[in-house]
């Protein structure tokens, strides 16, 4: 390659790292247009989660999917239609992996209903994952606000770029780098999962052919996610504290507990081994870097200015 290509690469790639960083987006910005944005939100999600404990910790899940796929867009919440080929039906979500949509529907209702047409539907995601790790007994961060809608999906990317539970380190480590996250940032958000579920399709290979398993935990696990059926049972990421957001994951990792390959790969006599063991006993020091690493993901490309469209209904595109 040209030189001149490598240099315009480098400045294109920089410009992109910035453009992450910044991103243009605001805390404040619903303060004058919406000043109820916030709290309608909390307050949506607080009912959801009183009427199903889950559906927090399956909606942190659904933003970290839509900031994957071509950036915090709210791309993951449009429905399939003749024009659009949804991301909810891509490997990773389909099946009702991805969940929790019609609680956004609610919320983003009584937005509409507060501030017709202000608040898009990747900021609600954004507070709704926000709000969720802090119900949890999570940190709280500013959520920066001012991300507009697409009028796309793009499934081919979802299967593409959200990282598998069959990956191994090198795998999850560039496919975080490919969305401007470093390595740290992917061992401290790979910490969502101490809470919320995976099923049984997701974490039989890890428990029937893997060796960095415990094995009374991969007998008991057997008994729920035999070799063939039972592909939905349902099992804690985190086996002990599964509605609790603390640092009880990295501390199953240690001890060979962890519930997906790909968990299990952070522990596994590699790089990622010192870092697990100080989110093992660091529970702050966890919480900072999920802060940083959950701020850095919803930078991630979002559309601002006059690009894309605040989305009535957050299923399908204003004039569909
Ligand atoms: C490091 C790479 C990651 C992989 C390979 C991965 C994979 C998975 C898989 C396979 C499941 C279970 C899905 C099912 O069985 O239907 C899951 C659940 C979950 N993931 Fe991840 N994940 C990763 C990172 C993340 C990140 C960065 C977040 C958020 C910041 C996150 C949040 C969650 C949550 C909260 C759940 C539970 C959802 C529920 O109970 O509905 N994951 N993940």
Redesign the pocket.
């Given at each position: 390659m040209a030189c001149s290509k490598v240099y315009f690469l480098l400045v294109i790639t920089f410009l992109g790292l910035f453009l992450n960083v910044d991103a243009n987006l605001d805390p404040n910005y619903y303060s004058n247009t919406c000043p109820q944005a916030l709290s309608i939100v909390k307050q949506g999600l607080e009912e959801a989660i009183a009427n199903e404990a889950?559906v927090g910790?399956?909606l942190?899940?659904v933003?970290?999917h839509d900031c994957f796929v071509n950036g915090c867009d709210g791309s993951i919440l449009l429905d399939n239609s003749a024009t659009i080929q949804s991301e909810k039906q891509a490997a990773?979500n389909n099946n009702n992996?991805a969940?929790g949509f019609e609680v956004v529907d609610q919320i983003k209702a009584n937005l509409e209903y507060a501030c017709p047409g202000i608040v898009s539907c990747a900021d609600t995601l954004a507070i709704i994952a926000r709000d969720a790790v802090v119900h949890y007994g999570g940190p709280t961060w500013e959520v920066r606000l001012g991300r507009r809608d697409s009028v796309t999906a793009n499934r081919v990317g979802a299967n593409m770029l959200i990282?598998?539970?069959f990956?191994n380190l090198n795998n999850?480590t560039s496919?975080?780098a490919a969305q401007g996250l470093s390595f740290n940032d992917?061992v401290a958000?790979?910490g969502?999962?101490t809470?919320?579920?995976?099923?049984c399709?997701?974490f039989r290979a890890h428990i029937e052919n893997d060796s960095n398993i415990d094995t009374t935990l991969a007998t008991s696990l057997q008994q729920i996610c035999p070799k063939m059926g039972n592909d939905d049972a349902l099992e804690p990421?985190d086996i002990q504290t599964p509605f609790v957001f603390d640092n009880k994951y990295y501390q199953n990792l240690v001890v060979q507990k962890g519930l997906?390959h790909?968990d299990q790969q952070l522990f596994n006599q590699n790089k990622a081994d010192s870092l697990v063991l100080i989110y093992a006993v660091d529970q702050g020091k966890f919480f900072d870097d999920f802060v940083k690493g959950?701020i850095k993901?919803g930078n991630i490309n979002p559309l601002t200015g006059s690009d894309g469209e605040i989305r009535c209904n957050c299923r399908k595109p204003n004039y569909s």
């Open positions: 889950r910790a399956s942190l899940r933003h970290f990773p992996s969940r990282p598998a539970p990956f999850l496919s975080f992917m958000l790979s969502a999962h809470v919320g579920f995976a099923r399709t997701n990421l997906l790909s959950m993901m």
